[in-house]
């Protein structure tokens, strides 16, 4: 067992670089006699069975943040934080039933889209440069950022090296290939991401119990710090601020999840990509599954490492490894790459090509869903109306590319953050419970009006930034409310639908909006294998909050 790589750590790590390229560009090659067309590029020709959309969901999902920053965040907060992933489980449901089969049956490629069909143009393009900048500068940069972090970690690769070297990786083939490339290759990355983060867990559990097993180091842990195992934090937590107790079950982080993963185009649009509804909500299901055991491998090494750096005894059993670069409270994100280390020769090899792939998975779907948007909502709206297939296909190639490049100039920038995925959540929560808002109201709210949606998408701005930093009144012993973010976006939610009801019964006199959407009993139906499997995901989300309540 070293701390460097060997013969076949390379072997393997390269063998997975070479398979997912190979099959990148095989499915990308042009079928005889026919032109890519913007359906393929965007939408992978509407082909991918439920199997590839479960999977490549959790691949555009599962990356370098929850590798390593959720891991972090497991060993600076514990098992609180797996809160967004068994969350998401049940929002994965609700999407499934209640927004897929609207956003299916109008024939969308991207969620601005739906903003002009349900509202306006404008309004559209608001949004559409918003996320645009929101995928360059907070998500691609930080998946990059994180993603260098752990190739400096393990392998002492400078970080500028670490992100072009990930960048030209992912570009390498869904540039080319679009959604149809990123989404059966995520299918391998999937395997590679659980399979490696599985072996990590084993790693660190056995390390704890000093080669007696899994489940007597799990003993091990739990024995050791009980807290870190508490769902629900109280206030004397000092991380009670990311997690407000139970506000988080009640509170922003259905704000987060809805937002996320029901009107997050880099995530929804392989759903859109289905060979029909049915077989999106199957691939949404399987999801929801895979969710519930993402926790064991994020979160419970960030919770092993923190024992491990604390146990003189552990520590010392290490040798010099265990004081090679270690996670502390300050620096909790080296907690993922610094358990690497202690792999095995070739296992290494397994846990580093896992965690590629999530890096690399990520960046292909934020790059094509970021082109996808440009060249719809923008490039085809305002530059080129009558664009060739061949011209919209070469647009969003360039425009993943320049995304790419600016991306790249902004990730080693974010230096220096602790704890990036408390960051990433933090940052995009200014912003995410208005537009919660303008969807929720548009999609189940006849009256809701485009005015409203606006002026109600503008002002939760100013919203969330006065719950940021709220004056107290002129009390000398604090002139700022602390609130907690979770908290911060639950109330900007909740005002900003305020403002857009009252602005829309004011400005339609109580009458529904002509754009309204006709909501009928019909739409919601779901087939009996769904109903049955959502039901067995939130029986068994319950069992586990149950059991870690506090």
Same mark, same amino acid.
């Given at each position: 067992?070293?701390?460097?790589?060997?013969?076949?750590?390379?072997?393997?790590?390269?063998?997975?670089?070479?398979?997912?390229?190979?099959?990148?560009?095989?499915?990308?090659?042009?079928?005889?006699?026919?032109?890519?067309?913007?359906?393929?590029?965007?939408?992978?020709?509407?082909?991918?069975?439920?199997?590839?959309?479960?999977?490549?969901?959790?691949?555009?999902?599962?990356?370098?943040?929850?590798?390593?920053?959720?891991?972090?965040?497991?060993?600076?907060?514990?098992?609180?934080?797996?809160?967004?992933?068994?969350?998401?489980?049940?929002?994965?449901?609700?999407?499934?039933?209640?927004?897929?089969?609207?956003?299916?049956?109008?024939?969308?490629?991207?969620?601005?889209?739906?903003?002009?069909?349900?509202?306006?143009?404008?309004?559209?393009?608001?949004?559409?440069?918003?996320?645009?900048?929101?995928?360059?500068?907070?998500?691609?940069?930080?998946?990059?950022?994180?993603?260098?972090?752990?190739?400096?970690?393990?392998?002492?690769?400078?970080?500028?090296?670490?992100?072009?070297?990930?960048?030209?990786?992912?570009?390498?083939?869904?540039?080319?290939?679009?959604?149809?490339?990123?989404?059966?290759?995520?299918?391998?990355?999937?395997?590679?991401?659980?399979?490696?983060?599985?072996?990590?867990?084993?790693?660190?559990?056995?390390?704890?119990?000093?080669?007696?097993?899994?489940?007597?180091?799990?003993?091990?842990?739990?024995?050791?710090?009980?807290?870190?195992?508490?769902?629900?934090?109280?206030?004397?937590?000092?991380?009670?601020?990311?997690?407000?107790?139970?506000?988080?079950?009640?509170?922003?982080?259905?704000?987060?999840?809805?937002?996320?993963?029901?009107?997050?185009?880099?995530?929804?649009?392989?759903?859109?990509?289905?060979?029909?509804?049915?077989?999106?909500?199957? &691939?949404?299901?399987?999801? !929801?599954?895979?969710?519930?055991?993402?926790?064991?491998?994020? %979160?419970? +090494? $960030? *919770?092993? #490492?923190?024992?491990?750096?604390?146990?003189?005894?552990?520590?010392?059993?290490?040798?010099?490894?265990?004081?090679?670069?270690?996670?502390?409270?300050?620096?909790?994100?080296?907690?993922?790459?610094?358990?690497?280390?202690?792999?095995?020769?070739?296992?290494?090899?397994?846990?580093?090509?896992?965690?590629?792939?999530?890096?690399?998975?990520?960046?292909?779907?934020?790059?094509?869903?970021?082109?996808?948007?440009?060249?719809?909502?923008?490039?085809?709206?305002?530059?080129?109306?009558?664009?060739?297939?061949?011209?919209?296909?070469?647009?969003?190639?360039?425009?993943?590319?320049?995304?790419?490049?600016?991306?790249?100039?902004?990730?080693?920038?974010? &230096?220096?953050?602790?704890? !990036?995925?408390?960051?990433?959540?933090?940052?995009?929560?200014? %912003?995410? +419970? $208005? *537009?919660? #808002?303008?969807?929720?109201?548009?999609?189940?709210?006849?009256?809701?009006?485009?005015?409203?949606?606006?002026?109600?998408?503008?002002?939760?701005?100013?919203?969330?930034?006065?719950?940021?930093?709220?004056?107290?009144?002129?009390?000398?012993?604090?002139?700022?409310?602390?609130?907690?973010?979770?908290?911060?976006?639950?109330?900007?939610?909740?005002?900003?639908?305020?403002?857009?009801?009252?602005?829309?019964?004011?400005?339609?006199?109580?009458?529904?909006?002509?754009?309204?959407?006709?909501?009928?009993?019909?739409?919601?139906?779901?087939?009996?294998?769904?109903?049955?499997?959502?039901?067995?995901?939130?029986?068994?989300?319950?069992?586990?909050?149950?059991?870690?309540?506090?």
């Amino acid at each position: 067992m070293t701390s460097s790589f060997e013969f076949w750590d390379y072997f393997i790590f390269i063998a997975y670089a070479i398979l997912i390229l190979g099959v990148g560009l095989w499915v990308s090659r042009d079928k005889k006699g026919h032109q890519k067309n913007a359906e393929d590029y965007f939408l992978a020709s509407k082909s991918l069975p439920w199997w590839a959309i479960g999977a490549s969901l959790i691949a555009a999902n599962i990356s370098a943040e929850q590798f390593i920053g959720m891991s972090g965040s497991g060993f600076a907060v514990g098992l609180a934080i797996a809160s967004y992933e068994w969350m998401a489980a049940i929002t994965l449901i609700i999407v499934g039933k209640y927004f897929l089969p609207i956003f299916i049956e109008k024939g969308l490629y991207t969620i601005p889209e739906f903003v002009e069909q349900r509202y306006s143009t404008n309004l559209k393009t608001i949004l559409a440069v918003f996320w645009i900048a929101l995928y360059v500068f907070v998500n691609l940069a930080s998946v990059l950022y994180l993603g260098s972090l752990a190739l400096e970690t393990i392998m002492g690769i400078p970080m500028i090296y670490g992100v072009i070297g990930l960048s030209l990786f992912a570009a390498a083939y869904s540039l080319y290939g679009g959604l149809s490339a990123v989404a059966w290759t995520d299918v391998i990355q999937v395997i590679f991401l659980v399979l490696g983060g599985l072996v990590t867990t084993y790693l660190a559990l056995n390390t704890v119990s000093g080669g007696e097993g899994v489940m007597t180091g799990m003993k091990i842990v739990f024995d050791a710090v009980p807290e870190k195992f508490a769902m629900i934090l109280d206030e004397s937590n000092p991380e009670y601020k990311n997690l407000p107790g139970i506000g988080v079950l009640v509170g922003g982080l259905w704000v987060a999840n809805l937002y996320y993963w029901g009107f997050n185009q880099y995530i929804i649009q392989r759903t859109l990509a289905a060979k029909s509804l049915k077989e999106s909500q199957k &691939g949404i299901l399987m999801a !929801a599954v895979l969710k519930l055991i993402i926790p064991v491998i994020v %979160v419970v +090494p $960030g *919770i092993a #490492a923190y024992v491990m750096i604390n146990d003189p005894s552990i520590l010392g059993s290490l040798g010099d490894m265990g004081t090679n670069n270690p996670p502390s409270i300050g620096q909790a994100d080296k907690a993922y790459p610094w358990l690497l280390q202690f792999l095995p020769t070739g296992l290494k090899g397994v846990a580093f090509a896992a965690l590629t792939a999530a890096i690399v998975s990520s960046l292909a779907s934020m790059l094509n869903s970021t082109s996808t948007i440009f060249t719809m909502d923008i490039y085809r709206q305002y530059i080129n109306k009558n664009a060739s297939d061949k011209t919209t296909v070469n647009v969003g190639r360039i425009s993943a590319a320049v995304a790419l490049i600016i991306a790249c100039i902004m990730a080693p920038l974010l &230096g220096g953050i602790d704890q !990036a995925f408390q960051f990433i959540q933090e940052y995009t929560g200014l %912003v995410s +419970p $208005g *537009i919660l #808002a303008v969807f929720m109201l548009g999609l189940f709210w006849k009256k809701t009006t485009n005015k409203a949606a606006i002026i109600g998408a503008l002002v939760s701005i100013p919203i969330a930034l006065y719950f940021k930093v709220a004056p107290s009144g002129w009390s000398t012993n604090s002139f700022f409310v602390d609130v907690p973010f979770l908290d911060q976006m639950g109330y900007t939610a909740l005002l900003t639908m305020l403002v857009i009801v009252i602005i829309s019964l004011t400005q339609n006199k109580g009458e529904d909006d002509p754009k309204g959407i006709p909501i009928t009993k019909g739409l919601f139906k779901t087939s009996p294998l769904f109903n049955i499997g959502a039901f067995a995901v939130m029986v068994i989300i319950a069992m586990l909050y149950a059991l870690f309540w506090n």
